[in-house]
């Protein structure tokens, strides 16, 4: 029979996953901070409502393509068709 764990154990086990999801949450975000500056995305002026847009539409993307069971790393790049909306040619780089 397995011992009971004490309230401490699980409080302490319940950190520890917590300060885990921090980190996730952390790698993650600076990941597609790489990817926006190494784009120049970031240096963009976008409006949070645009970024959320693209960013939809990139996830609707990929889950599609996961769907078809295509693989990212072969899979070709696609670009928005011109004049989408808030797609990064849109956005007036003059500042």
Known sequence: MAAK?????????IEKLRARR???I???AE?????ATKSGLAEMEIT???LDQIF?????RFRND??????????????????????????????
Do not use: Y
Request: without cysteine; charged residues 35%; proline residues 3%.
């Open 56 to 60: 939809e539409e990139m996830a609707a």
């Open 26 to 28: 952390v790698k993650s």
């Open 48 to 50: 949070e409502e645009e």
């Open 66 to 95: 996961e769907k078809k069971g295509l693989d990212h790393a072969t899979a070709s790049p696609r670009r928005p068709a011109a004049g989408a909306t808030g797609t990064a040619a849109e956005v007036s780089h003059d500042g």
């Open 5 to 13: 764990s004490s309230i401490a154990d699980i409080d302490a086990q």
């Open 31 to 35: 990941r597609f901070a790489r990817a």
């Open 22 to 24: 921090r980190s996730l």
